[in-house]
């Protein structure tokens, strides 16, 4: 079930169609930062004109404006994460592919982010069990992750906007892949390392099709959905 983007698979697939094509790279910038601002609360890329009027509020500002502090530490079900997990996962991604891979430069997170947070780890999260999910659901500081979610977004929009055509089939660096390694961006568990092996097949235009944007409309979607049923419902597999 759609909960939330409606519309933004289409714009999706017409970026997928172009990326690659030289002659379109300005289009196609062009629309990887629609897209992106989608995914992004509107101040991540200054779309937020009027604040004060709710004028320029996209469906992420409606996700999280209202989240209390416990409702972002709630699994549903058994099958679920918690809108904790999600933020941390899809802004790690984010930050290790956008900034290692396309921009071959360094990461927005760093020890002083780490303090910030109240974070433990440094990965993705891809390998971690219940138990430690809702550990980190619960001790993280919403207020940062949503900071440090910003300004991940603020560089990948940095980092696109300087990108020209040949970067678009530029395959992803060996060096780079074992950047992420090193930093602590995966872990040494299957369910963590497999990632290096998925990036590595890609191009830059693969990247940008997939870590920043679609991975992230797929998550943003169960979020949607949790809400709804975090204020409907009475029992929950953990909270």
Known sequence: MKYFGEGISETHKELNKIIRKPAEIERAKALFLELHACLHLSEASGTMQNKMSGAARNEVDVLLEDLAPVEYAVMPTAKDETIAWVLWHVARIEDLTMNFLVAGGEQ?????????????????????????????????????????????????????????????????????????????????????????????????AGILLMPPTRHVMLHLNDCCKWKEQIRTKRKFYRS
Not at 109 to 129: C, E, P, Q, Y
Not at 175 to 187: F, P, S, Y
């Open 108 to 204: 927005v997170f760093n020890d002083a982010w780490k303090k910030r947070l109240n974070v433990s780890i440094t990965d993705t999260g891809n390998a971690l069990t219940d138990d430690e999910i809702m550990d980190l659901s619960k001790n993280i500081s919403a207020k940062e992750l949503l900071c440090y979610r910003n300004e991940v977004a603020k560089r990948t929009r940095m980092i696109v906007a300087e990108l020209r055509a040949e970067d678009m089939k530029r395959k992803i660096a060996p060096r780079d892949l074992e950047k992420i390694r090193a930093c602590g961006g995966v872990t040494a568990q299957e369910d963590s390392a497999w990632l290096l092996d998925f990036w590595g097949k890609k191009d830059v």
